[in-house]
C-alpha cells in the first residue's frame, strides 16, 4: 500500500505564494540533497516556473557526495535554474546563495532595485536552521501546523539582498508511491501517516541493490545484496531489534531501527534516488495519474449522459399556471 497524505490547506500557501511572487525576483527552492526529486513541490514549480529557480540540496553532508553532484549536474542544466549543495555546518552559507541570484537575475541589485528572493521548501528540509544561519541568531519558529501561517519575514542579507520566508507551509505532494515511502524514510512526513515496517522494508530494498556494504558492516551480516529486504528486517530484528515472547522477532523494533539509522546518517552517506531513477518513477507516477483521470471522465461523462436522459416534467407557463386556478 502506498503512504496516504493528504494534508489540508495547500491552497492558502499557494494563494499567498501567487500574491508574494509578483515582487520575487528569484526563488529558492530547499530540497532534501537524500531525495531531491521527491522533496520537491510540483506545485511550486507550477505557480513558480516563470521566475529563475536557484535550487539549494540542503543536508549534503547527509546525502552520497556522487549523487550529489549528478543532482546538482542535473538542475544546472536546466534553463533558468542554478543549483548548489549546503548543510548546516558551513558557517557563512550567505556568499554562495548571494551570488547564484546575481547570477539568475543580473539586473538586480543596488540600493533601487535590490535583490528580492522567496525561500520555500517541504517541513524539515532544514529551513529554519538555514534562515538562522543567514541571520545570525536563532528566531523562533512562528507555526508549523498545517493552514498556521507564518508571519512573513524579510531578512535582510545585504542593504541591496532582501529574503522573504514562505508564506504558509509548503506540504510534500506524493504523486509517485516511491517518493511517499523516502518522504517518510527521510522524517519529512508525520509519523501517523505511514507504516515503520512497510517503509523500512521499502528502504531495505533500496539499500541492499544499491548500498549493500553499509548494510553488513553496520548490522554485520553477509551477503546484503542476496537477501530479500523481509530476510534484511529480520536480521536486523535478530541483531538489534530484541526478541519477542516465544522467540519471535520484534519487527516493529527493527523497523525503527533501520529508519532512524538512516536518518542519523549512521549508514553513512546516502541518497534514495538518481536524476534518472525519479524520472522513472515520476513517469509512472504521471501515467496512473492519467489513467485516472482518464476513469474519472468516463465515469462523469456517463453520470451526465444519465442525467440527460431522465425526462423533466414538462414547463407549465406562468400565465398557464395563473389560469388553472
Ligand atoms: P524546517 O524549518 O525546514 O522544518 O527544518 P529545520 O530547520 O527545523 O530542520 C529540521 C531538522 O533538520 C533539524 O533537526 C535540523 O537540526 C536538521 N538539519 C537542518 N539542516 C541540516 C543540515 O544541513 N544537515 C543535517 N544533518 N541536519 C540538518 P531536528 O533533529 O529535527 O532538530 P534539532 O535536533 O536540530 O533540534
Not at 542519523?264 to 524520472?279: V, Y
Request: net charge positive.
Amino acid at each position: 500500500m502506498a503512504i496516504q497524505w493528504f494534508p489540508g490547506h495547500m491552497h492558502l500557501t499557494r494563494k499567498a505564494i501567487q500574491e508574494r511572487i509578483k515582487e520575487i525576483d528569484v526563488v529558492i527552492e530547499l530540497l532534501d540533497a537524500r531525495l531531491p526529486g521527491s522533496s520537491a513541490n510540483p506545485m511550486l514549480a507550477e505557480i513558480t516556473a516563470a521566475k529563475p529557480a536557484l535550487k539549494v540540496l540542503n543536508k549534503q553532508d547527509l546525502a552520497d557526495p556522487e549523487r550529489t553532484a549528478l543532482w546538482l549536474e542535473h538542475y544546472n542544466r536546466q534553463p533558468g535554474t542554478r543549483a548548489l549543495g549546503l548543510d548546516a555546518s558551513m558557517a557563512t552559507p550567505a556568499k554562495a546563495l548571494v551570488a547564484a541570484c546575481h547570477e539568475l537575475a543580473p539586473k538586480r541589485g543596488g540600493m533601487t532595485k535590490p535583490m528580492r528572493v522567496l525561500i520555500c521548501g517541504i517541513p524539515n528540509v532544514g529551513k529554519s536552521t538555514l534562515i538562522n544561519t543567514l541571520k545570525g541568531k536563532r528566531a523562533a519558529k512562528t507555526g508549523d501546523e498545517a493552514g498556521v501561517t507564518k508571519l512573513e519575514q524579510r531578512i535582510t542579507i545585504a542593504d541591496d539582498f532582501y529574503l522573504y520566508d514562505t508564506p504558509g507551509v509548503l506540504w510534500p505532494r506524493i504523486i509517485v508511491a516511491k517518493s511517499g515511502y523516502n518522504l517518510a524514510a527521510s522524517g519529512a512526513i508525520g509519523r501517523n501517516a505511514f507504516d515503520e515496517q512497510e517503509v523500512a522494508l521499502e528502504l531495505l530494498d533500496y539499500l541492499r541493490q544499491h548500498y549493500p556494504t553499509t548494510l553488513e558492516e553496520r548490522y554485520k551480516i553477509s551477503g546484503a545484496a542476496s537477501l530479500t529486504d523481509e530476510q534484511l528486517l529480520d536480521a536486523i530484528g535478530r541483531k538489534r531489534g530484541g526478541l519477542l515472547s516465544g522467540g519471535k522477532i520484534n519487527l516493529q523494533k527493527a523497523a525503527e531501527v533501520a529508519i532512524y539509522d538512516f536518518r542519523q546518517s549512521s549508514l553513512g552517506r546516502i541518497t534514495l534516488e538518481t536524476p534518472d531513477e525519479f524520472a522513472q518513477w515520476l513517469a509512472v507516477g504521471q501515467k496512473i495519474d492519467a489513467e485516472r483521470q482518464i476513469k474519472k471522465d468516463a465515469i462523469e461523462m456517463a453520470r451526465l449522459i444519465k442525467f440527460k436522459k431522465v425526462p423533466r416534467p414538462p414547463r407549465v407557463p406562468e400565465d398557464n399556471a395563473e389560469n388553472s386556478d
